[in-house]
């Protein structure tokens, strides 16, 4: 089966500008998520969609980022306006029952830099 | 601070050598995963544990599940050069999975 699939793969930007990302999940995952890694930790949630709803998104800033996942399969994350701890890869992964408690596939991810 | 602490935080060994890597919280989880993420590359799943003192092999690297569910162990027999990459551990609770920092492996030939 094809995998979770990004883009960009990188992206630079500079402060206060706007940026978006986007996701495809593996066809059949009902629940995607979106992280965010910054150099030298762990992914750290940013919003879970179940279908095309919002599970959690209690990490998210909402004051600058927002997300959505029309018709509940693809996905877009946007970042309006950016800011230098911003810098981070992005990752989308999917899985196939609510919550994934059997595993998430991720994507290769978007690398963003502000500057 | 972290919800899942994993150590060592780095570790460089040489081909051949045995290695265990450790990841620790004061919760306890439902399941716990690792994964193995190259550069450029996203997560990728190696293993689920669920039952408290279940142990899972997949080839040389050894999992287990601590007893109370909120720990777990990576061990890796005779490391190859493409074992080099970050291990994560991830614990799952009620619809929430949390990442632990990882534990950045270099193997040198």
């Known amino acids: 089966e094809a995998g979770v699939a990004q883009s960009p793969r990188y992206k630079i930007i500079e402060k206060r500008q706007s940026v978006a990302f986007w996701c495809n999940p593996i066809s059949g995952h009902a629940t995607l998520y979106w992280y965010q890694q910054i150099l030298g930790q762990g992914p750290k949630l940013l919003i879970q969609?179940?279908?095309?709803?919002?599970?959690?998104d209690s990490q998210l800033p909402k004051d600058r980022f927002s997300a959505e996942r029309l018709k509940g399969v693809d996905s877009t994350l946007k970042i309006q306006p950016a800011k230098l701890e911003d810098s981070a890869v992005y990752l989308c992964?999917?899985?196939?029952?609510?919550?994934?408690?059997?595993?998430?596939?991720f994507g290769s991810g978007t690398r963003l830099t502000v500057v | 601070t972290q919800l899942l602490e994993q150590s060592p935080q780095f570790l460089s060994i040489q081909e051949g050598e045995n290695l265990t890597v450790y990841c620790n919280s004061s919760s306890v989880f439902s399941s716990l995963q690792w994964y193995r993420q190259e550069p450029g590359e996203g997560p990728v799943l190696l293993v689920t544990?669920?039952?408290?003192?279940e142990v899972k092999k997949l080839k040389r690297l050894t999992f287990q599940f601590g007893d109370a569910r909120k720990d777990s162990s990576l061990h890796i027999t005779a490391a190859q050069p493409g074992d080099t990459g970050l291990y994560l551990c991830?614990?799952?609770?009620?619809?929430?999975?949390?990442f632990g920092a990882g534990t950045r492996l270099t193997v040198k030939p």
């Open positions: 544990v669920v039952t408290g003192g």
């Open positions: 969609f179940q279908n095309n709803g919002v599970v959690d």
């Open positions: 992964a999917s899985s196939h029952w609510t919550g994934g408690s059997g595993g998430y596939t």
């Open positions: 991830a614990g799952y609770n009620n619809n929430d999975m949390r």
